[in-house]
Structures are given as C-alpha cells and as structure tokens.
C-alpha cells in the first residue's frame, strides 16, 4: 500500500512514526507487514516472494502429518463461515483476556481454531466496503462492526509480533545453551518449534495483509470525512473589514451559543466516525499517516477561512515596497483576522483536533499547535514588515491599532496553547507588540522635528491660525485617543524615547533641569512629559513666527487666534484636557487677556489720545485749530485701522465677538463725550461736516466690521457720501 500522499506541506511537516513521541503507544509494525510478498522464517529473517510457496507447501505437508495424528487441520476453513461476527468478537475478547503468554509453553495451542473464521469474515467485510458495496454511512451498526473487527485485527498483528519475537529471544538462549551442553538436544522438539514458527509467521502475514487493506481504506475515508467537511464549513466572521467587533446574530432557540460559535463547523456527526477511525488508526500504528492527513486538510481549511476574510499573505518584501496607501487598506483586515482567528478559529481548531484525537491529546495538542503556530508566525511576520517601514506620522496610529491588537491577545494565550509552546508563542509576540510601540514612540517624539524644521518666512495672511498650529494640534488630539496605550509604550519605551528625541526647542537647555525636576515633584508620566514639550515647542515657534509681522498688532492677533485654537481643541477633548490640565489651560488664558490687552494698547492708544481734553483749553477758552487738528487725526487714523484690520482674520467667533465688544466699549464712550462736548466749538454747516466724520453709531457699525478678513474701505466711503 502506498502510504506517501501526494500532497505535502512545508507548514506540516510529515514526521516518522519514531521521531512522534505524542502518538499512542503502539507495537511497531513488523516488516512483514509492508507487503503480501514477504513471509518471515523461523529465524525471524524475511524471505522473498519466491520462497513464500515453499514455506507455505511446507507447511501444509506438516499439518497433514498433524491431521493424521490428531485429526485436526490448524488451516482448515469451513466451507460456509459463520455469518455471526459479533460472536466472533466476543470469542476473539476472551481469548485475549484469558491468553497469558509463556514461551515454554506449547504455542500452537494458544491460537484458537476460530482465528481463521473471523479473519475471513472481516476480510470479506473490508473487501464489501473497498468495492463499494456496501457504503459508509449507510448503517451504523455495519461501520462499527467494521471498526470492531480492524481494531481485533490490529491486536492479532501485535499478539503475533510478539510471539514471533519471543520465540527469536528463546532461540538464541537455546544455541547459548547447546554450546554449553555440546550441543544435546531434541531433534524432535527442535523440529515442532519449526513448524509453529512458520505457522505463525504465514499467520502473521495474512493478518498483516487484512491490517493493510483496512488502513488503506479508512485512510482514504478519512480523507474524504476531512475534505466534505472542509468545503462544507463557511466561517462567518464576526468583525468588519476595518477590524471592529460587528455585530453577531443572536443563535436561535434550538442552537446553543456554544454550537453557533463553534468553529470550523464540522458535525457533531462526522466528528465522532472522524474519532472512531482516528483511534483504529493510531492504535494499528498509522499514526503518522492519519495525522498527515487531519494535518493537510486542516491547514487547507485555514487558508480557505483566511481567504474569506480578504486576508493573503505578503512577504516582507512586498510590504516594504506597498505604498503607505495601500499598506494602510491592509492593517485593518489584518486586524480583524488576528482578532477572528485569537477569539473564534483557534478555540474551535483545538476542540476539533481534542474530540477527533480524543484519546490521544498528546497528538491533539501536537497537531493544533504545528497547525496555528504557523499562521501566528505569519500574521506575526506581517506586524514586525509593517514596523520596519520608513517612518512617517500618518503611520502612528495604525502602529497603535496592530499594538492594541497584540497586547490584548498575550494574556489569553494560557487558554489557547499546552504549557510546553505557550512560552514561544508568548515571546514572539511580545517581541513583535514591543517593536511596534517602540517605533510608535519613536514616531511621536518625531513631532518635534516636524515643529522646529517649520521655518517659512512667509506669514499667514491676515494673522489668521497657521496650519503648523492646526496640524500639530489636531494630531495630538488624535494620539490621546491612544492615551492609555501611549502612557503604556511610552513607559516601556522611556529610554529610547529620551535617546532618540534629537531636537529640543532652545529654552530646554536653558531650564531642562527645572523642568525635569518640575516633572518628579508632580509625578508627569513620560507620555504627558513629551506632549508637554510638544506645546512648548509650538509656542516656541509660533512666537518666531509672530515677528514676521510688521505691524504689532497683527502679531497680536496673530498670537490670540493660534492660541485660542489651541486652548479651545484641548478643552474640546476630554483625553488631551486630562493630560494638559486645568492649570496648563488657566496659564494660557492668561497669556491670552496679554496678547489682547497689548493689541488695544499697540492699536488705540493714539485714537484714545486725539479724544483727550488735555491741550485743548487755554485760559478757559478751545482753540480752535487744535480742535480742528484732532477731528482729523481722529478720523485719519479710525479710516486707516479700519481699512487694514477689516482685512485682519479672527476665524473664532467669541475672540471676534470679545474683540470688537472690548473696542467698542474703549473708543465710543470716548469719542461720544469727546463730541458732545466740543462738536459745538465748530461752525455749522461746511466746517462741521468737514471735521466730523462720523456718530457714535457710525463708529460701532465700523468696528463690527473688523476681523472678519474682508476690506470694506470703499464701502466707509460710499456710507460718507
């Protein structure tokens, strides 16, 4: 019988029967079992084919000889066998039970006369299932005879082996023994342990054969049970394609949770044949050929379920060649067969390969762990290509996704793997969650390349909020959604953090120590400390970045507008608000109230100063011309603050809001009183128009059209005319 599949695996390999120490204890199979052509002899030695008719004839002749004397022929079968197996089972058991073997004992006698009957009856049994005849499946009570009868033959094969091997050990301490005595022996005697030696070597061979003919058989039903089975499963999975728990259908009231989970789905039914040939197999010593063959199919099984879940494989090569875009498509799916196979197909292979090899867990185990180590080490593969990528920001948080992934799998890995492998498994995958937090750390301290490289000379328009600051901020408010992850790897991480962080803004080394000392006395976790530093670095930059402005009031507004995005994205985020705090938040608010107090002061104290009184009288009496000449710088100066900062942008409306309400309240009470009071110096008609350019009212329309990134100077001129 050809035992070597055609079909091998390099993920399974197929080990020899005396390098698989998890297999059941069995008796080796006698090499007079591998094919019909060869007998043994009496010396144990094997003869060809050739020589098989001689031993055979020879045979014959002596148990004529023995018919003769005591009327009874060993090879005698009847011409009508019994149709009754299941009496035959039941003598084949007590004849083992009541068998104590003794290789001084007359061993013809210890092989009974209906041996034969029921080796004829299971080889007529085996040859109606091999034809087709009668089909597996079809009846219960069949197969299990079926089963019954291989299992007796395989017991046969081991009795006879024995024997055999027993009467070689007794045969070599005769001759020890002869040449001790000078050789005085019985001829006679000799020539009886002859004869019962050649009969129970062409007994062995005819069992030998019966054994063959059904392994070759339940191997193949084997295989096909495996491969229906496997076509028939479909695994559902219970993630979407972004690697999120979907979710499940609830089981209906005739299935039980534990069913409708259960993966890959075999039947309840083909498990259990599945078992029963699995035992035959293994106990006849085709443990290797069975286990290659559950081994093939389970691991085509997987692929089939892996390939359901859009997940192939991709060698390091490829992935570093992958563009981040379509890398970034992979991670997801990845994710959800990682989750899937952690959660749901493992647990499920295992209880599979315990009920099919149930009697043999050793091999179960063995069997489940060559299986889905295989499938970690690639799905670990994939992780550790990922992270050896080029670096980028835009990877961070898939890195922390596939982290997330991994550190929540380590601890579940005691349920899903024997004592002996958890270990290696274990360290593999922390070896490849640690590369990635380490890289996502490395990543994120980065940022601070990204802030202080940001050198343009070129301000923003307007004064409005720099996309530097819209970036940094918005990232950060991404990456605290991973706050506890980040505290997590960044304490892991903390010394390559610091070895690798190569910028610090400049103000560091001046107060590196304070800082650091400030960041022991409050207890700052690693994670908030960089971020910290983060902010500094920003504003560090965005303060250079303010002096590109000629006008000192636009800086002004310039540093209101970027701050207030700031304080305003942090408040707005309860995870980067719990890192900064309330009196980081305080502090830049009342650097806020500073800006805004030196924008009134850089942008109204000369108006403020065209309203005051102060030069005006002389001796009690207004000149005239001086009043004259503050009308016109008043409304000089108010046409030009409005030509210029109606085009000024402050895109928050509160700050907008509190801007034009703090300007209002500063300059129209002013200029109201400053009118009522000296409007009346001025003659009616030309002169007054002349001088007075606008009301009160007029002069708060007008602010209300400041910070809104619009010039309206033309418009200030059509409401004049």
């Not at 061993?107 to 009668?134: G, H």
């Not at 992270?387 to 579940?412: C, G, H, S």
Request: proline residues 4%.
């Amino acid at each position: 019988m050809d035992k070597n599949l055609d079909e091998h695996s390099n993920s399974f390999p197929h080990e020899d029967k005396e390098n698989n120490t998890n297999a059941a204890d069995h008796t080796p199979r006698s090499p007079l079992l591998e094919s019909e052509d060869n007998v043994v002899d009496g010396d144990g030695e094997t003869e060809k084919a050739g020589d098989v008719d001689n031993v055979e004839r020879e045979a014959g002749d002596e148990k004529k000889e023995e018919e003769n004397e005591e009327g009874v022929s060993f090879e005698d079968t009847p011409e009508t066998p019994p149709p009754n197996l299941e009496k035959l089972l039941e003598d084949i058991d007590k004849f083992f039970a009541a068998t104590t073997y003794d290789n001084n004992d007359n061993n013809e006698e210890m092989i009974p006369e209906f041996v034969d009957k029921f080796l004829y009856l299971v080889e007529e049994k085996i040859a109606r299932y091999d034809s087709n005849q009668t089909k597996w499946g079809e009846t219960v009570e069949e197969d299990s005879l079926l089963l019954e009868g291989v299992n007796r033959v395989s017991k046969l094969v081991k009795f006879l082996t024995t024997i055999i091997t027993d009467f070689q050990s007794g045969e070599e301490e005769k001759k020890e023994g002869d040449e001790e005595e000078d050789k005085k022996g019985d001829e006679e005697e000799e020539k009886e342990e002859k004869k019962i030696k050649k009969n129970h070597s062409v007994l062995l061979n005819r069992v030998g054969a019966i054994q063959q003919r059904a392994m070759a058989y339940l191997e193949e039903e084997f295989r096909l049970l495996m491969e229906e089975s496997r076509i028939q499963n479909k695994p559902d999975s219970s993630h979407d394609a972004k690697g999120k728990h979907a979710a499940t259908p609830e089981p209906s009231e005739n299935e039980s949770a534990e069913t409708f989970m259960d993966f890959p789905g075999f039947k309840e039914e083909a498990v259990t044949i599945l078992n029963k040939i699995a035992r035959e197999m293994l106990f006849a010593g085709y443990d290797s050929e069975c286990c290659h063959l559950y081994a093939v199919s389970r691991k085509h099984g997987f692929g089939d379920g892996l390939y359901r879940l859009g997940y192939e494989r991709i060698s390091m090569e490829e992935v570093h060649k992958m563009q981040w875009e379509s890398l970034e498509r992979e991670i997801p799916t990845w994710i959800n067969t990682f989750k899937e196979c952690a959660t749901v197909w493992f647990p499920g292979e295992r209880k599979l390969a315990a009920s099919i090899f149930a009697e043999h867990l050793s091999v179960a185990d063995t069997l489940y762990t060559n299986l889905t180590r295989v499938v970690v080490f690639q799905l670990l593969n994939f992780a550790e290509s990922v992270a050896m990528t080029k670096r980028a920001a835009e990877k961070l948080f898939k890195f922390l996704d596939m982290y997330e992934t991994l550190r929540d799998t380590i601890p579940n890995l005691d349920k899903l793997y024997p004592e002996e492998i958890v270990y290696e498994i274990k360290a593999e995958m922390t070896s490849a969650k640690n590369r990635l937090g380490e890289v996502a750390v490395l990543i994120f301290c980065e940022l601070e390349n990204s802030i202080k490289s940001d050198t343009g000379k070129t301000p923003v328009a307007g004064g409005a909020v720099h996309p530097l600051t819209r970036y940094i901020i918005n990232y950060l408010r991404l990456a605290c959604e991973y706050k506890d992850t980040l505290e997590e790897v960044f304490k892991e991480h903390s010394k390559i953090e610091r070895a690798d962080s190569t910028s610090r803004p400049n103000y560091d080394n001046q107060s590196q120590n304070e800082n650091q000392k400030s960041n022991e006395k409050e207890n700052v976790s690693p994670f908030a400390a960089q971020l910290t530093r983060l902010m500094e670095l920003l504003d560090a930059n965005l303060e250079g970045k303010a002096k590109l402005y000629k006008e000192v009031p636009l800086s002004c507004i310039f540093m209101m507008n970027n701050g207030r995005y700031i304080v305003q994205k942090i408040k707005g985020s309860g995870e980067i608000y719990a890192v900064m705090g309330e009196t980081w938040c305080r502090k830049r608010s009342t650097e806020l109230r500073t800006y805004h107090k030196n924008y009134q002061i850089e942008s109204w104290s000369k108006i403020l100063s065209c309203l005051s009184p102060k030069g005006l009288n002389d001796n009690g009496k207004v000149h005239k011309p001086v009043l004259k000449e503050r009308f016109k710088s008043f409304n000089a100066l108010f046409e030009e603050i409005h030509k210029t900062q109606s085009t000024w942008v402050v895109s928050d409306e509160q700050l907008q809001s509190e801007l034009r309400v703090s300007i209002s309240a500063l300059v129209i009470p002013a200029y109201r009183s400053f009118l009522g009071r000296f409007s009346q110096y001025l003659d009616p008609g030309r002169q007054t128009e002349k001088y007075i350019k606008f009301q009160a009212e007029d002069i708060e329309t007008y602010i209300d059209e400041l910070f809104d990134g619009n010039p309206h100077h033309q418009a200030m001129v059509r409401k004049k005319a």
